[in-house]
């Protein structure tokens, strides 16, 4: 399969984000790597000395009309996309969408449309002829879609009958319209794809658009995952799953701390990350910009448990050791891991231990691993295509991005004895290969491997 597959080259031409960083590659990237924070208090009284979510994210932001909902949620911590011009790095819908497709567009789609626009544009791939809009396709998903429209229009229902609930209701709530809508925008008549697999929706998205080129279905992939579950139904369902950060609602920047001893959950996080890949000759005969080359993709379950890993890691394992196999990259060539670690106490161990196996008498020894999640919080869905861009631009710029929150262990028998890249972002001369990991729910695990163009 990996011989096969290798016969076309894909790589990646443009890029585009909305995450709690901002809306843009360049504003989020900036203050990445410096080292900031886009974690806010849901509390509609947030304790002296943090500063309320709508100074810091607009009071436009479509969450805060749930604000006094939040108050009694064991974690009231979350990554907000925030609210307002885009030449301030800001998201307004009205300069990405057209008149009246607030209505259509759950705001998970809203943001992927934003993320889209944002990736062709700095592709400069905005084909108006039918050829190139046969040969593009569109492979976009989502974890949860959109919990608010769900819980309106059963309310709606139960109150008042089924003449009450919107003929949008469907079509705004299905999980692949993300991917519909950006085809419809763009005539993108290629593949139409989404996939839906929990916190790994990302990495598979890249990682089966890839494909869709290496096999021929399409020369152009528009790929990524889009997230806006922030909401008191999934904060209380993640809660009730123990799966949240509840420690640290006072100091809500510090509450994602991924590697650091007292971490104790993840913080919920919303955004889109949207990718254009694109076949390397294509690319070459057009001149594109090439950021990276997508070498290699594993996958793998842990065939174990429905949200907990096993303690050695092994699914992880396997799906880092799939990736790089399939890349012919061997594990002492990678110098940067992007980790999936979301803060968790259990989920952390089980992913260092995973990386620890597969580059054990094989490491590079300026081998560093972080976890943007200690900045952005875990985007559920969308985090493995936000994380992809975010390794991508480390290649691009020879800059790896920070840990947030991440100490060195008070432990002597530690674990956690890799450079997770603490606090500040580390520079280097090369960074031959990087890996990208995502799992999920359900026990799914992918990485993805990039190498700089060649
Ligand atoms: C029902 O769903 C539609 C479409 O998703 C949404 O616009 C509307 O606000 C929802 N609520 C009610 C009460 O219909
Ligand atoms: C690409 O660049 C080369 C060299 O600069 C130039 O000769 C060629 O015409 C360009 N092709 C396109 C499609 O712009
Ligand atoms: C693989 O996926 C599972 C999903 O339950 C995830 O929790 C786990 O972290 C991943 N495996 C490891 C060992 O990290």
Redesign the pocket.
């Known amino acids: 399969m990996a011989q096969l597959a290798s016969a076309r080259r894909v790589v990646v031409t443009g890029l585009g984000l909305v995450t709690p960083l901002g809306v843009g590659v360049r504003s989020t990237w900036s203050r990445l790597v410096q080292g900031e924070s886009g974690l806010v208090s849901l509390h509609s009284a947030p304790p002296s000395g943090v500063t309320r979510a709508n100074q810091l994210v607009g009071d436009q932001h479509p969450v805060l009309q749930h604000f006094p909902q939040y108050d009694t949620l064991p974690s009231t911590v979350a990554g907000l996309v925030p609210y307002g011009p885009y030449s301030q790095g800001r998201f307004d819908p009205a300069e990405w969408l057209q008149r009246g497709d607030t209505r259509k567009m759950a705001l998970c789609t809203q943001y992927a449309m934003a993320a889209a626009e944002q990736a062709l544009v700095d592709a400069d791939w905005k084909p108006t002829n039918a050829a190139d809009r046969l040969r593009t396709g569109v492979c976009i998903g989502s974890g949860m879609g959109s919990l608010e429209d769900i819980l309106q229009n059963h309310t709606a229902y139960q109150q008042r009958g089924h003449r009450k609930v919107s003929p949008m209701f469907i079509p705004k709530t299905l999980i692949n319209m993300a991917a519909g809508h950006v085809s419809m925008r763009y005539g993108f008549q290629g593949p139409n794809h989404a996939a839906s697999t ?1 916190c ?1 929706t990302g990495a598979h998205s890249i990682g089966d658009a890839t494909r869709f080129i290496q096999f021929g279905d399409a020369d152009v992939m528009v790929a990524g995952a889009t997230e806006a579950s922030v909401h008191p139904l999934a904060l209380a369902g993640f809660a009730r799953a123990q799966s949240l950060s509840t420690g640290f609602n006072d100091r809500p920047t510090e509450a994602s701390r991924p590697f650091d001893d007292h971490r104790d959950g993840f913080v919920i996080g919303e955004g889109s990350g949207v990718v254009v890949l694109e076949e390397l000759a294509h690319a070459k005969a057009r001149n594109a910009t090439i950021y990276a080359e997508v070498k290699g993709y594993g996958l ?3 065939a ?7 303690e ?6 396997l ?1 880092m050791h799939r990736a790089l196999s399939a890349a012919q990259v061997s594990p002492n060539q990678v110098d940067y891991v992007n980790a ?1 670690a979301t803060s968790t106490p ?2 952390d161990v ?2 260092n ?2 990386i620890k196996a597969v580059f054990h008498g094989s490491m590079s020894p300026l081998l560093a691993i972080s976890s943007t999640k200690g900045a952005i919080g875990h985007l559920l869905g969308a985090a493995g295509a936000v994380e992809a861009i975010f390794t991508i631009m480390a290649l691009h710029t020879k800059t790896l991005p920070p840990t947030l929150n991440c100490h060195s262990s008070s432990d002597p028998n530690s674990e956690f004895t890799l450079n997770y890249i603490p606090q500040e972002s580390q520079r280097r001369e090369e960074i031959r290969a990087a890996l990208c ?1 995502s ?7 992918a990485s993805l491997c990039f190498l700089p163009p060649q």
């Open positions: 929990a790994t793998s379950a842990d174990h448990h429905i949200t907990a890993p096993p050695d890691g092994q699914g992880a394992a799906a999936h259990q989920g089980a992913e231990r995973a990991n799992f999920g729910f359900g026990g799914t695990n």
